[in-house]
């Protein structure tokens, strides 16, 4: 660990869901003198602190923490603002001499971070309005199917297992007429490039994560997990949103609403989440092979 602490350069940390990227995030910002800044693209919204895992109050208190909770929960978000939003962040944290330490499980963030962003025009809410139409009564595995013949270039690069990407792309296409692999072959500079950062991804065997899964989410339910979905089903809840999609959300609401008895729910949202967990590693391995893999069991702070 002592060769993450012995400069300045910025420290990313990737990892799983549960895999105790936040705590060890918090350890080498007090060591450090840094701060914290968000790469979770559910842990933005202001309605989701119990079920995202949000960094508690005394994590809060260590260290200054930026990006979390500041997205209304019906408003857009994605990479591109996000990158937009942590390039005023880095100018924040170089002005009060803060080094910065990014840390999430969204690998797309990442890698816009460290490789760049293709500059993609706006999509009209139009556009977005007719797809979320298409996903309700066709299903969201049918713009996987659209781009197949429409857009073979993009279907070949795409996680056509990832409904949201294929959506978007899907939606790309339709707004511009050009396909999003197309766009993405002219993408900007990266803000951040792998050679100028610690890049740290987080590995842990997958019986200790699935336990640590299964437990949290016990956890979060003692925490008051129901209270959020409540709240979020009683005002804004609309499944076609982003933050409609943070893991267990859909199941929990589903209970709520009277469909699923508690313990059905807990167990689909616990399967969920270690569903997720198994795409996202398979995510830091396709994208992150030059990142340093650090078993969490291995961690020493010196």
């Known amino acids: 660990m002592a ?3 012995s400069d300045n350069k910025p420290i990313l940390i990737a990892g799983p869901t549960a895999s105790g990227k936040s705590s060890f995030a918090v350890e080498i910002a007090e060591k450090t003198g840094g701060a914290i800044i968000n790469a979770d693209a559910q842990q933005v919204y202001s309605g989701w602190n119990i079920l995202t895992a949000r960094p508690p109050a005394p ?22 603002i996000w990158l937009r939003e942590i390039e005023q962040q880095l100018e924040h944290c170089k002005k009060h001499d803060e080094r910065p330490i990014i840390v999430g499980g969204t690998g797309l ?9 293709a500059d993609i025009p706006q999509v009209p809410a139009s556009v977005r309005q007719q797809a979320d139409l298409m996903a309700k009564e066709q ?9 197949k013949d429409s857009d ?16 978007r792309a899907w939606e790309v296409l339709t707004a511009t007429g050009i396909g999003l692999s197309k766009w993405q072959s002219n993408q900007k500079a990266p803000l951040i490039p792998e050679t100028n950062a610690h890049l740290i991804s987080l590995t842990s065997d997958t019986d200790w994560l699935n336990a640590r899964i299964d ?20 005002s804004w809840w609309d499944e076609t949103l982003p933050s409609c999609k943070a893991i267990g959300a859909k199941e929990l609401v589903s209970h709520l609403k009277g469909d699923l008895n508690l313990t059905d729910a807990i167990e689909a949202a616990k399967l969920q989440s270690r569903r997720y967990a198994k795409r996202q590693r398979t995510w830091f391995r396709s994208h992150m092979k030059d990142w340093d893999d650090l078993h969490i069991f291995d961690i020493k702070m010196t």
Not at 152 to 167: E, G, L
Not at 217 to 233: S, T, Y
């Open 3 to 5: 060769a993450y602490l």
């Open 59 to 80: 994590d809060l208190l260590q260290c200054p923490h930026y990006m979390y909770g500041h997205i209304e929960m019906n408003q857009a978000y994605s990479v591109g």
């Open 109 to 117: 963030y990442f890698t816009a971070l460290t490789q760049g962003l």
């Open 139 to 147: 299903g969201r595995n049918v713009f996987a199917e659209r781009l």
């Open 152 to 167: 073979p270039n993009t279907y070949a690069k795409i996680d056509i297992q990832n409904p949201m990407r294929t959506q």
């Open 215 to 234: 437990k949290r989410f016990d956890l979060m339910i003692d925490q008051g997990a129901l209270d959020e979905c409540r709240i979020a089903m009683d």
